[in-house]
């Protein structure tokens, strides 16, 4: 991957730094950090079910996991919040890890492999409503305590910077994917795993290492979601609501595509809140929102927001097709 391939990273990075930094209103910077964390959430989905096409309805036990690893280890152990940031990745990767690893050696696919992963989920949500080290069902509580260290900031606008720039990131490894050869033998397990495998790619190996980057993305949402926050509990941090907005962000933005995650979670999370705002806060009204916008678009625009630029400049490039040139010339 070349320096040119990060040019559209940072040009997305620089456009929500501005956006951060325009003085916007106290609600308005909130949404926008909780459209980053979303977006984070979703790039995990994406890296799994977008281009392994391996869907999961458990992503919830990546991102509590990371949630939980950093709030534990900073109330409990008095660790800074940098290091349980690292840490909380980790453990979210490597419970993507073992998920994987019991999943795709038991040959587990399609909808075994989506249960499978909404058992676990529900099955931590439970030990972690009971657990005395995770607070039990009151939850743990983050003290606030202004610093860097802490990642808590009195002017909101750092941590929001902080959220944009891990988004960064996170588009910088779909990128890659993009480019890379692992990105195009993850692509062709999507398409024919049986001729993949044929060819000799090592399709084991290739779904482990996806579903292990995918956990680690979405922990390191869970992380930011905590450290935002300063509050998670078991409903929170392993509940089927961060399943479904990673889901929904992903298929609304366009699976297999670097920008939409984050496409589709500005989308959702936007015209959610303008219709609460519009109803006077009807309960569950975005809700309703989220469902007719899933139901648009995959009757209307199957291959996501992004595909609309395709069919204004009348090209249509399939999904994953620069890696598999890219897997062609090397």
């Known amino acids: ?149 802490n990642l808590q900031f009195d002017d909101r606008r750092w941590f929001a910077l902080i959220a944009i720039l891990f988004v960064g990131a996170a588009l910088a490894l779909t990128r890659w994917l993009e480019r890379s050869r692992f990105g195009a033998y993850l692509i062709a397990i999507r398409e024919n795993e049986q001729a993949a495998q044929a060819l000799g790619v090592d399709v084991f190996r290739v779904k482990l290492g996806a579903i292990t980057l995918s956990a ?46 984050l496409v589709g979670a500005v989308a959702l999370l936007g015209l959610g809140e303008i219709t609460k705002m519009v109803s006077g806060g009807v309960p569950g009204v975005d809700l309703l929102v989220f469902g007719a916008i899933l139901i648009l678009t995959v009757a209307f625009v199957p291959g996501g927001l992004m595909s609309l630029r395709q069919r204004l400049t009348g090209r249509r490039r399939p999904r994953g097709e620069t890696a598999l040139r890219s897997e062609e010339g090397a």
Not at 40 to 69: K, V
Not at 226 to 250: C, K, M, R, T
């Open 1 to 149: 991957m070349s320096a040119r391939d990060l040019l559209l990273p940072l040009i997305a990075v620089l456009v929500l730094a501005g956006l951060a930094f325009s003085g916007l209103s106290g609600t308005l910077l909130n949404l926008l950090i909780f459209m980053m964390i979303i977006s984070l959430a979703a790039q995990g989905w994406n890296i799994l079910g977008g281009f392994g096409g391996l869907s999961s309805f458990g992503h919830a036990a990546f991102f509590g996991t990371g949630a939980y690893t950093t709030l534990i280890l900073q109330t409990s152990l008095g660790v800074n919040a940098w290091a349980g940031l690292v840490a909380g990745v980790l453990l979210g990767a490597a419970v993507g890890a073992g998920i994987g690893f019991l999943s795709f050696r038991s040959g587990l696919k399609g909808s075994y492999f989506a249960l499978i992963t909404l058992a676990f989920a529900e099955v931590l949500r439970i030990a972690s409503n009971s657990a005395p080290i995770t607070g039990g069902a009151a939850g743990i509580l983050l003290p606030l305590d202004y610093g860097f260290l």
């Open 216 to 261: 680690g993305c979405t922990a390191l949402a869970g992380v930011l979601y905590a450290q935002n926050y300063l509050f998670v509990d078991a409903h929170v941090a392993y509940g089927p609501w961060i399943s479904i907005e990673a889901l929904f962000a992903a298929i609304v933005g366009g699976l297999g595509t670097m920008f939409g995650p």
